[in-house]
């Protein structure tokens, strides 16, 4: 006998919990703006299955990764595999909340798998911007995930040294810097958002669309210029961010 799909109603009630969207650091702007709307229609259907969360979280980490090797392809299916990653980032969640299947290799695997699919974006998009040209393209490329994966790393691991010092996980709050000048240099980044682009949603939408710039134009061009901007970018937000973090309230 076919199980019979939630309410919308319920399931929104106890998938998604309000304080996670309104949050800025909780929830993507992508969530935000209609990838929770997706998430909660698949889910209402998964939810009748017997896929754990666990599963689709491996789900998410292999569309990530693909992302990253369907950019030497020209269009959209990087970016479209990206969607699945934000897609099963969204559900495996939801799942595991209206399910009670909850697990710490979970929390570890959906963690992780943020790292190698925006990783592997940098580095798709730098075996792309080699081809017919000089191998250094790569290692911009390699360059840039490299950045991205310290990025994330540096966020982590504020929780890590906050655990094993015995304090609790630090709150929005302390994230504000404690310094004025980091504070006023700050704010240039948040009213242009460019740091956004060293982001998989962000780095999804624009490595494609050089992609097919490149087929516009007829040269790497477009591609490459991308590519060494993130680099660059990449590399300025990991200093700035590791100002922000030793400035701030949030290893205190």
Same mark, same amino acid.
């Given at each position: 006998?076919?199980?019979?799909?939630?309410?919308?109603?319920?399931?929104?009630?106890?998938?998604?919990?309000?304080?996670?969207?309104?949050?800025?650091?909780?929830?993507?702007?992508?969530?935000?703006?209609?990838?929770?709307?997706?998430?909660?229609?698949?889910?209402?259907? !998964?939810?009748?299955? %017997? &896929?754990?969360?666990?599963?689709?979280?491996?789900?998410?980490?292999?569309?990530?990764?693909?992302?990253?090797?369907?950019?030497?392809?020209?269009?959209?299916?990087?970016?479209?595999?990206?969607?699945?990653?934000?897609?099963?980032?969204?559900?495996?969640?939801?799942?595991?909340?209206?399910?009670?299947?909850? %697990?710490?290799?979970?929390?570890?695997?959906?963690?992780?798998?943020?790292?190698?699919?925006?990783?592997?974006?940098?580095?798709?998009?730098?075996?792309?911007?080699?081809?017919?040209?000089?191998? !250094?393209? &790569?290692?911009?490329?390699?360059?840039?995930?490299?950045?991205?994966?310290?990025?994330?790393?540096?966020?982590? !691991?504020?929780?890590?040294?906050?655990?094993? %010092?015995?304090?609790?996980?630090?709150?929005?709050?302390?994230?504000?810097?404690?310094?004025?000048?980091?504070?006023?240099?700050?704010?240039?980044?948040?009213?242009?958002?460019?740091?956004?682009?060293?982001?998989?949603?962000?780095?999804? !939408?624009?490595?494609?669309?050089?992609?097919?710039?490149?087929?516009?134009?007829? %040269?790497?061009?477009?591609?490459?210029?991308?590519?060494?901007? #993130?680099?660059?970018?990449?590399?300025?937000?990991?200093?700035?961010?590791?100002?922000? #973090?030793?400035?701030?309230?949030?290893?205190?």
């Amino acid at each position: 006998m076919a199980v019979a799909a939630p309410a919308s109603a319920e399931l929104r009630e106890v998938c998604q919990p309000r304080a996670k969207p309104a949050s800025r650091n909780g929830e993507r702007w992508a969530g935000r703006m209609y990838m929770r709307a997706v998430s909660l229609r698949v889910t209402r259907q !998964l939810v009748r299955t %017997s &896929v754990s969360p666990n599963t689709l979280t491996w789900l998410m980490v292999v569309c990530g990764v693909g992302a990253g090797a369907a950019l030497l392809v020209p269009g959209l299916p990087g970016a479209v595999l990206f969607q699945g990653f934000l897609l099963f980032d969204c559900v495996d969640g939801e799942v595991a909340r209206w399910k009670r299947q909850f %697990s710490t290799a979970g929390v570890y695997v959906d963690r992780l798998g943020a790292y190698p699919a925006d990783a592997a974006l940098m580095v798709g998009a730098g075996v792309r911007a080699a081809r017919g040209g000089s191998e !250094l393209w &790569v290692s911009v490329g390699l360059a840039a995930a490299l950045g991205v994966v310290l990025l994330k790393a540096s966020t982590d !691991l504020v929780d890590v040294a906050r655990a094993r %010092s015995g304090l609790a996980p630090a709150d929005e709050e302390s994230t504000q810097p404690r310094s004025q000048g980091i504070a006023t240099a700050r704010r240039p980044a948040s009213v242009f958002k460019i740091h956004r682009v060293t982001n998989g949603v962000e780095a999804s !939408l624009v490595l494609p669309a050089a992609a097919v710039a490149d087929a516009v134009v007829g %040269s790497l061009g477009p591609t490459r210029a991308v590519v060494a901007g #993130i680099a660059v970018i990449t590399w300025g937000m990991v200093v700035a961010h590791l100002a922000s #973090i030793l400035s701030s309230s949030r290893l205190r």
